[in-house]
């Protein structure tokens, strides 16, 4: 198994491009996640999803938008690139299940973003 | 304030030594993860905890709920533990994780 497989690992974009993010998960997992992470900063929640065809806000939602199509994808497009948004992107997934099973999420490799 | 607090930032040991990170939060919480970030940037959990203590190979980590604390301990330090420790929390009733900043951990030979 693949477990979490992101594509692309490494992009570079002019400001006001666009790009999509794919996430792939091959565990059948409910849950899925996009995250970015910045120097200093802690993993910062973008979007979720707790199902097909769901999606839900995060901590930073600005800016990007997400859709869960299929159970095994969770992509995040950026509408409209910003330097801002420079980081490096995880998705995650984990099973379903009520908040207090507790299980733990499975991480891709990430992907490096850079906005000129 | 951050909810998630660890200590320290940075920590340089030697090869074999026993090393401890701290977590600290302050919010009711479900569970507490410790996860584990390489130099290439992937993330892989390590233990997941809502009481008491978990231990997998030289890796321990408790929590004290009334404290709102956990700790993580490497025994017998080697390299290939160098890495970044992240800490997170899930708060009671969500299904969002709350992050720690990570504590970089260089072990030398």
């Known amino acids: 198994n693949a477990g979490v497989t992101q594509t692309p690992k490494f992009r570079v974009l002019k400001t006001g491009q666009s790009m999509t993010l794919l996430c792939a998960q091959d565990?059948?997992?409910?849950?899925m996640y996009w995250y970015r992470q910045d120097p200093g900063m802690g993993l910062r929640l973008i979007h979720y999803?707790?199902?097909?065809?769901?999606?839900a806000k995060g901590e930073v939602p600005d800016g990007y938008n997400v859709s869960r199509l299929k159970k095994q994808n969770f992509l995040l497009g950026l509408e409209s690139a910003a330097p801002s948004q420079t980081s490096v992107y995880f998705c995650?997934?984990?099973?379903?299940?009520?908040?207090?099973?507790?299980?733990?999420?499975?991480f891709g490799d990430g992907t490096r973003l850079s906005i000129l | 304030k951050n909810e998630v607090e660890q200590s320290p930032q940075n920590l340089t040991a030697q090869e074999g030594e026993f090393i401890t990170i701290n977590c600290s939060y302050s919010?009711?919480?479900?569970?507490l993860h410790w996860l584990q970030q390489h130099p290439g940037g992937g993330i892989v959990s390590l233990f997941m905890?809502?009481?008491g203590k978990k231990k997998h190979g030289r890796l321990i980590a408790t929590i004290n709920i009334q404290e709102k604390h956990s700790s993580l301990h490497i025994t017998a330090s080697h390299p290939r533990d160098s890495a970044v420790y992240i800490c997170?929390?899930?708060?009671?009733?969500?299904?969002?994780?709350?992050f720690g900043k990570g504590m970089k951990l260089t072990v030398n030979p």
């Open positions: 995650a997934s984990r099973p379903s299940g009520n908040p207090y099973s507790n299980q733990p999420q499975h």
């Open positions: 565990m059948n997992h409910e849950y």
């Open positions: 999803s707790v199902g097909e065809g769901t999606t």
């Open positions: 919010v009711g919480i479900s569970a």
């Open positions: 905890l809502s009481s």
């Open positions: 997170a929390v899930r708060k009671g009733g969500s299904e969002k994780l709350v």
